[in-house]
């Protein structure tokens, strides 16, 4: 297994950066039918500012290498979202302890209580807790049971993909799409689209 240190995560990042590029007009076109058409434009900026900053000041402390995406996320993006991917990230750095699977499983849990924390949502309110919720728990069930790293992250990508799936008929009921109501059912959440392409990122650059 390969250590999830400096360079995997920064590999992971950049892969999520990569994605979201491409998948930009996929995301923003979610978010036109129950937002503001903005999600894809918001991600493709801020990680291209994640990816420069990267670059400018690279990080050998891990914790150092997620905390310069929060800060680079939170300050380039506008939306709900950056804070939130930002304080993902933030949350993360704080917890990170070590360099294999299991620190790599309570890192992102805490990742996610802190957007739970920031965000005030409950999965199934059709956010991307929704895809964020299903991988935490596929990627501690896997680890806890002794599978690979591979194996693990392999898991959460399914989860989160079938997460982002299970929000099309919800109502949402957080963020601007909770304006529309019940008119919000019937559309894939934008931030559960752009949280899988995350975990997508990590099972594909963190694979041993
Ligand atoms: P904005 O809605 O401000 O334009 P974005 O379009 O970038 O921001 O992001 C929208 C996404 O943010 C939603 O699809 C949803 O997944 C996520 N989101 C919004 N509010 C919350 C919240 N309170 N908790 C968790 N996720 C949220
Ligand atoms: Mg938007
Ligand atoms: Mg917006």
Redesign the pocket.
């Known amino acids: 297994m390969s250590a999830v240190d400096a360079a995997a995560l920064t590999a992971w990042v950049r892969e999520f950066a990569r994605l979201a590029h491409e998948q930009r007009d996929a995301l923003t076109r ?2 036109a039918a ?3 058409a ?2 894809g434009a ?2 493709d900026r801020g990680l291209t500012a994640v990816v420069a900053a990267l670059e400018a000041q690279p990080a050998d402390d891990p914790a150092a290498v997620l905390k310069t995406v929060a800060t680079t996320l939170i300050k380039t ?6 804070p ?1 991917y930002g304080t993902f990230f933030l949350r993360a750095a704080g917890a990170l302890d070590g360099d294999d699977g299991r620190a790599l499983a309570t890192a992102v849990r805490a990742g996610y209580d802190g ?2 924390a ?4 409950e999965r199934g ?5 929704d895809a964020l919720g299903p991988a935490c728990d596929a990627l501690d069930e896997a680890v806890a049971a002794g599978e690979s790293l591979d194996d693990a992250l392999r898991a959460a990508a399914a989860a989160a993909a079938a997460g982002r799936d299970a929000t099309e008929p919800l109502v949402a009921r ?4 909770s304006y529309l109501g019940e008119r919000s059912a019937g559309h894939v ?4 689209a ?2 899988t392409l995350l975990v997508e990122a990590a099972a594909t650059a963190l694979a041993g």
């Open positions: 979610l978010d129950i937002g503001d903005d999600h918001n991600l993006v506008g939306g709900a979202s950056g939130l957007v739970v920031r965000g005030k949502a309110d059709k956010t991307m807790l957080k963020g601007r799409a959440d934008p931030g559960a752009s949280a």
